[in-house]
């Protein structure tokens, strides 16, 4: 029987029966690895420039006055944090994700500003090029930059209350880490050109990205938050979370769609339409990219709904907090840094190989 | 020079874009009562995600605590006396 007069108590709530953190801190690999590879992107293409009838040009951190400056100002405060994780794991963390998520949001807030600036100024002028004869849209560095320092950001918030009492250790759940996939497809491939006009053998042709689209800037940046979302809600593990994002997934997947389709349809109209005499110099192609995004935006809207209807009864793949290759264990957190860091290693021989 | 204010201002335009989020993130915290260390690390963190993510996390403890606050009100005026 409950006494009605004992100290008020909240019991075993709900969040604290769910809680099964692994005991002991964080491992001090996969946050450099992670590091590391918010720098790879800041050497990788941050903004891409299509002039009219001529090859894109690209351009990161390092084609700025004063980019090398704070590329080595953030490798330094990196170093430092390193030190620091010795001791004191989590403040160390705090402060890589803070460096690295400076590195981050410069690229992020640099596509933004130049995406909103050229829509609202056409004429204006960037590395010599007139923006008024080019397309300009965001590089792949952007995409790995930000996603990098979002998941170390997030590895470190996972540790504060109360949000550890709600972010289990070594249980990923299913349907927000697929509805990942498509999302960080779409936010690389909406930067690749969807529809080439002109002949790209003759000097003039037009690539048109699906960032250079009428809204797209808008669109992008409810992708990101969208793709936050998921992420909240893989960290947060609770059924308004999971509805949330997953009704702002359908949004976005019909908004996608509704543009891929209309890029599809105009250009299929336009092929079409065009008198064979012309052909020769005014073809239309749909690029690869194009279906690429669409495919994926349906994938979006697919689990989206999957989302909201299993949000009450959620599947999680549980990991082992070590794997064993026969008499060698490895812990988890360090095998996925050995797999960025195989990665890391292939761009960078790679790069040397193609000496881009 | 031209070098030395470029670096001055991306590293500018970033801490104002870091420590922007991170007050907002604070004030909307404080609205929720949430620690202050948390709610200034997710915004500063994660930006404008990290203030979506403590609009939810106000959401998921307010809802969480209004529960316990109803027994609290329940039991006390059991044990206040009106005439005192």
Known sequence: MIDPFADIVSGESESSVIVNQANGQPRILLPITLALMVFIGALMPWIVIRPLGENHDSYNLTNVPGGIGI??????????????????????????????????????????????VSSFIPAIEVAGIDLSKAQVGQGTGVVVSVIFSLILA????????????????????????????????????????????????????????????????????????????????????RPIVMRLAGSLAIALS???????????????????????????????????????????????????????????????????DQTSFGSLKVPTSDLFAFVLLFFAVLWIVFKLVTRQ | MAGILSYIAMALMVGLWIVGWLGLACLVGAFFDLELST????????????????????????????????????????????FS
């Open chain 1, 71 to 116: 590329l080595v100002t953030v490798f330094v405060a990196v170093v430092i944090s390193s030190i620091v994780m010795i001791w004191r794991r989590v403040t160390g963390m705090i402060m890589m994700s803070l460096a690295v998520a400076a590195l981050g949001w410069m690229a992020a807030i640099s596509g933004m500003l130049l995406g909103i």
């Open chain 1, 154 to 237: 997030f590895l470190c918030v996972r540790q504060l209350e109360p949000i550890a009492q709600y972010s289990p250790s070594f249980e990923f759940p299913v349907i927000q880490l697929a509805s990942l996939i498509p999302m960080l497809i779409v936010t690389g491939t909406v930067h690749q050109g969807w529809l080439v006009l002109g002949n790209p053998d003759a000097q003039w042709h037009a690539e048109v990205p699906g960032d250079s689209l009428y809204g797209s800037g808008i669109l992008i940046m409810v992708l990101w938050l969208g793709l936050g979302l998921w992420l909240t809600s893989a960290i947060f593990r």
């Open chain 1, 254 to 320: 019909f908004v996608i769609l509704g543009y891929t389709v209309l890029v599809w349809l105009g250009g299929r109209a336009l092929a079409w339409l065009l008198p064979s005499s012309v052909e020769g110099w005014a073809s239309v192609n749909i690029e690869a990219s194009l279906y690429a995004t669409a495919l994926s935006a349906i994938a979006i809207g697919v689990l989206g709904i999957v989302g909201i209807v299993t949000a009450s009864r959620e599947r999680v793949i549980k990991l082992k």
């Open chain 2, 39 to 82: 709610t200034a690390l997710l915004g500063a963190l994660l930006g404008p995600l990290g203030f979506v993510a403590v609009v939810i996390l106000g959401i998921i403890e307010k809802t969480r605590s209004t529960g316990s606050v109803q027994v609290v009100d329940t039991q006390s005026s059991n044990l206040l006396d009106p």
